[in-house]
């Protein structure tokens, strides 16, 4: 969950095999030149009134490498302190200054993003900026354990540490993005009140790492969690803490030592870490483990202890289900709503919470330069107390649309104005590419029999897609972007609807504009040759000209299929969001023969289907390399022939909220 170049690289090695220099190119840059992002209009809508301009750079910037913290158990964390510099003197500059501060796993030594690490835009506009490697990595003492709690509460330390520098001023933001920020999320709950953090900006920060990335529809996410525990957290921790040593060798000792000690990690961790996962291990359950690691669970508390937070999110982001959630949880909270539920779309709102979802993987989120307008903006509001307008917005959502091209600026998700409008699958009679192409039709159907047999296949699917793009965290598209010639498969989905594995349900062309706006729910009746089945859904944008974008994903392993209906969200009645528990106990074996219903959970949009152009659901039984179940799981899906049903007594369909 970082977005330093080594973690572009570590990704595109492990996904495409491919060595070479270019791959360490931005990947935010290559996308921008291809999808615009009108971003200034979200940060305009951001404040409302106010007397503000990002205005020019006044200082310089100075870094201190390799300053050791002691935390309450001994450890000592390293971090790295940038101070504003005089440009006449090049002397630290007087005076004290507000303070920023990230926590990195993936070492200081490394950054190379002010939105992973120090930031000189803000720097040299009047902030302190100190970024300290978390515990068990980079040239930090200790051992590493994903979000520990530990790590929380170092970072409570650290805010007061911090606070207390002589050059600080006593108030003290965090910023940063994917793991810094969740990170933000942790700290600004167990800090209590009247503390010296006073504001966060979470840029990629997960609401549940279990169903956000780790796992989709209880199925391990092959691509991230293969890159992140075997690739960029072993490749980046080897080599931090020599380069760290490279800016500090008073620490050179320390940095050997460290080395050896993060090496020793791979196997006692990480490797263990995804074996436990994979051979059906608590790990491969939302087990206790990661209900301890769940930002969700600490939105209340950030709240209570009064502390704003402005967050960033990307449609094609690996958290493109959590950040809305987690907006929506804060705006709950400060409305003393339930966390958990939707928003209503009636209640008061607040500019202390907000959230940018931009057109962004989980690279592009972090690499968007205007992002440093925005956050000097938001730290002036609430660490110099300047009126920048940031509390007064009315429309403290701002959510890019796909089809459009435009940011809506809105209040409340799900989004306002959405009606749920289910199509039930039909027979032959769409446009696609599959051996078995249906319709999408609001006609419930009526008859006694019809249904569409698909196999599954461990191998089927393609390795260029949208969801191995989205897992990998841009790195496919980064890749692509460098071939020298045009490789569509991203943003055109044909190849992976082809053959007995998948079947597509193709609407009728859209007399008027529509846009899908939020969750979406697809409910398919099927009978299976086995005790376990996988599906996979997306959700796609067909053009005239047969190109087939997709927008959206969900997935679900079939002994997951028991809904909990506590905690789904529904609209009008209809529900939008089926909520699973993925347990050990809540696990229901398929019964082979049987019809069975299995609700799946579509992650959020908000896409503008225009004039002519086709709602398309794509249903396959598997998404490799982006899913790979669970060694059991696999040994029950072996030569499994689905038959999805679309009777009258078992009308297979999907609820879309959709805004005319």
Same mark, same amino acid.
């Given at each position: 969950?970082? +977005?330093?170049?080594?973690?572009?690289?570590?990704?595109?090695?492990?996904?495409?095999?491919?060595?070479?220099?270019?791959?360490?190119?931005?990947?935010?840059?290559?996308?921008?030149?291809?999808?615009?992002?009108?971003?200034?209009?979200?940060?305009?809508?951001?404040?409302?009134?106010?007397?503000?301009?990002?205005?020019?750079?006044?200082?310089?910037?100075?870094?201190?490498?390799?300053?050791?913290?002691?935390?309450?158990?001994?450890?000592?964390?390293?971090?790295?302190?940038?101070?504003?510099?005089?440009?006449?003197?090049?002397?630290?500059?007087?005076?004290? !200054?507000?303070?920023?501060?990230?926590?990195?796993?993936?070492?200081?030594?490394?950054?190379?993003?002010?939105?992973?690490?120090?930031?000189?835009?803000?720097?040299?506009?009047?902030?302190?900026?100190?970024?300290?490697?978390?515990?068990?990595?980079?040239?930090?003492?200790?051992?590493?354990?994903?979000?520990?709690?530990?790590?929380?509460?170092?970072?409570?330390?650290?805010?007061?540490?911090?606070?207390? +520098?002589?050059?600080?001023?006593?108030?003290?933001?965090?910023?940063?993005?994917?793991?810094?920020?969740?990170?933000?999320?942790?700290?600004?709950?167990?800090?209590?009140?009247?503390?010296?953090?006073?504001?966060? !900006?979470?840029?990629?920060?997960?609401?549940?790492?279990?169903?956000?990335?780790?796992?989709?529809?209880?199925?391990?996410?092959?691509?991230?969690?293969?890159?992140?525990?075997?690739?960029?957290?072993?490749?980046?921790?080897?080599?931090?803490?020599?380069?760290?040593?490279?800016?500090?060798?008073?620490?050179?000792?320390?940095?050997?030592?460290?080395?050896?000690?993060?090496?020793?990690?791979?196997?006692?961790?990480?490797?263990?870490?995804?074996?436990?996962?994979?051979?059906?291990?608590?790990?491969?359950?939302?087990?206790?483990?990661?209900?301890?690691?769940?930002?969700?669970?600490?939105?209340?508390?950030?709240?209570?202890?009064?502390?704003?937070?402005?967050?960033?999110?990307?449609?094609?982001?690996? !958290?493109?289900?959590?950040?809305?959630?987690?907006?929506?949880?804060?705006?709950?909270?400060?409305?003393?709503?339930?966390?958990?539920?939707?928003?209503?779309?009636?209640?008061?709102?607040?500019?202390?919470?907000?959230? +940018?979802?931009?057109?962004?993987?989980?690279?592009?989120?972090?690499?968007?330069?205007?992002?440093?307008?925005?956050?000097?903006?938001?730290?002036?509001?609430?660490?110099?107390?300047?009126?920048?307008?940031?509390?007064?917005?009315?429309?403290?959502?701002?959510?890019?649309?796909?089809?459009?091209?435009?940011?809506?600026?809105?209040?409340?998700?799900?989004?306002?104005?959405?009606?749920?409008?289910?199509?039930?699958?039909?027979?032959?009679?769409?446009?696609?590419?599959?051996?078995?192409?249906?319709?999408?039709?609001?006609?419930?159907?009526?008859?006694?029999?019809?249904?569409?047999?698909?196999?599954?296949?461990?191998?089927?699917?393609?390795?260029?897609?949208?969801?191995?793009?989205?897992?990998?965290?841009?790195?496919?598209?980064?890749?692509?972007?460098?071939?020298?010639?045009?490789?569509?498969?991203?943003?055109?989905?044909? +190849?992976?609807?082809?053959?007995?594995?998948?079947?597509?349900?193709?609407?009728?062309?859209?007399?008027?504009?529509?846009?899908?706006?939020?969750?979406?729910?697809?409910?398919?009746?099927?009978?299976?040759?086995?005790?376990?089945?996988?599906?996979?859904?997306?959700?796609?944008?067909?053009?005239?000209?047969?190109?087939?974008?997709?927008?959206?994903?969900?997935?679900?392993?079939?002994?997951?299929?028991?809904?909990?209906?506590?905690?789904?969200?529904?609209?009008?009645?209809?529900?939008?969001?089926?909520?699973?528990?993925?347990?050990?106990?809540?696990?229901?074996?398929?019964?082979?023969?049987?019809?069975?219903?299995?609700?799946?959970?579509?992650?959020?949009?908000?896409?503008?289907?225009?004039?002519?152009?086709?709602?398309?659901?794509?249903?396959?039984?598997?998404?490799?390399?982006?899913?790979?179940?669970?060694?059991?799981?696999?040994?029950?899906?072996?030569?499994?022939?689905?038959?999805?049903?679309?009777?009258?007594?078992?009308?297979?369909?999907?609820?879309?909220?959709?805004?005319?």
């Amino acid at each position: 969950m970082r +977005l330093r170049n080594t973690h572009v690289l570590a990704i595109a090695l492990t996904v495409c095999g491919l060595i070479g220099a270019q791959l360490v190119t931005g990947f935010g840059a290559a996308r921008a030149a291809t999808v615009p992002d009108p971003i200034e209009d979200a940060i305009a809508a951001s404040g409302t009134g106010g007397d503000w301009s990002p205005g020019p750079e006044r200082y310089g910037v100075k870094e201190v490498n390799g300053v050791g913290v002691r935390m309450a158990d001994g450890v000592v964390l390293r971090a790295t302190i940038a101070y504003p510099t005089d440009p006449e003197t090049n002397q630290v500059a007087a005076g004290r !200054f507000p303070t920023l501060l990230t926590l990195t796993p993936y070492g200081e030594a490394l950054g190379f993003s002010g939105n992973t690490g120090i930031n000189p835009y803000l720097v040299k506009r009047g902030y302190l900026d100190i970024s300290v490697d978390v515990r068990g990595t980079g040239a930090s003492g200790g051992t590493f354990d994903l979000f520990e709690p530990k790590q929380t509460q170092d970072s409570v330390q650290l805010v007061h540490w911090a606070a207390g +520098l002589p050059q600080s001023d006593g108030k003290v933001g965090m910023h940063g993005a994917s793991y810094l920020g969740i990170n933000q999320l942790f700290a600004a709950s167990a800090v209590g009140k009247d503390s010296p953090l006073k504001a966060i !900006f979470p840029i990629v920060a997960a609401n549940d790492i279990y169903r956000d990335a780790a796992f989709m529809g209880g199925i391990p996410d092959l691509e991230f969690d293969s890159a992140y525990f075997l690739g960029v957290l072993p490749a980046t921790n080897l080599v931090n803490p020599l380069l760290s040593a490279m800016k500090s060798p008073a620490h050179l000792v320390d940095a050997v030592t460290g080395t050896l000690n993060h090496a020793l990690q791979v196997p006692q961790y990480n490797v263990q870490f995804l074996a436990r996962a994979y051979l059906g291990g608590d790990n491969a359950y939302d087990s206790s483990y990661w209900r301890a690691r769940r930002p969700a669970a600490v939105l209340r508390q950030i709240v209570d202890n009064d502390i704003p937070a402005y967050l960033v999110g990307g449609e094609y982001d690996l !958290f493109q289900r959590g950040a809305p959630m987690n907006y929506a949880g804060l705006q709950n909270a400060w409305a003393d709503r339930p966390v958990t539920a939707p928003m209503d779309p009636d209640q008061e709102v607040t500019g202390r919470y907000q959230l +940018l979802q931009g057109p962004y993987t989980h690279i592009g989120g972090a690499a968007n330069p205007k992002l440093n307008e925005l956050q000097l903006r938001w730290f002036d509001q609430w660490l110099k107390g300047t009126d920048t307008g940031m509390e007064r917005t009315r429309t403290p959502l701002h959510v890019y649309d796909l089809g459009t091209g435009h940011y809506a600026q809105t209040t409340s998700y799900p989004f306002t104005g959405a009606t749920p409008r289910t199509y039930y699958f039909g027979g032959r009679g769409g446009r696609g590419v599959s051996l078995n192409d249906g319709t999408l039709s609001t006609a419930k159907p009526t008859g006694r029999t019809g249904s569409d047999a698909v196999l599954w296949s461990p191998v089927a699917g393609t390795i260029c897609g949208r969801s191995q793009d989205q897992w990998s965290a841009g790195g496919l598209s980064l890749v692509t972007s460098q071939l020298p010639v045009s490789v569509p498969c991203v943003d055109d989905d044909r +190849l992976a609807q082809i053959g007995p594995t998948a079947l597509t349900y193709t609407s009728a062309p859209m007399a008027e504009p529509a846009t899908i706006a939020g969750p979406i729910a697809a409910t398919v009746y099927a009978t299976a040759t086995t005790r376990e089945t996988e599906w996979v859904v997306e959700i796609e944008d067909v053009s005239p000209d047969g190109v087939s974008r997709p927008l959206t994903q969900g997935a679900l392993l079939g002994s997951f299929r028991k809904v909990n209906h506590d905690r789904s969200w529904s609209v009008d009645g209809q529900m939008i969001m089926p909520y699973h528990d993925y347990t050990r106990q809540s696990a229901m074996p398929v019964v082979p023969g049987q019809v069975t219903r299995y609700d799946i959970e579509v992650f959020p949009t908000l896409a503008t289907i225009a004039p002519g152009h086709r709602i398309r659901l794509s249903l396959a039984t598997t998404d490799l390399p982006h899913l790979l179940p669970t060694v059991p799981a696999l040994t029950k899906l072996v030569g499994g022939v689905y038959q999805v049903q679309r009777t009258g007594a078992a009308a297979s369909s999907v609820t879309i909220p959709l805004r005319s």
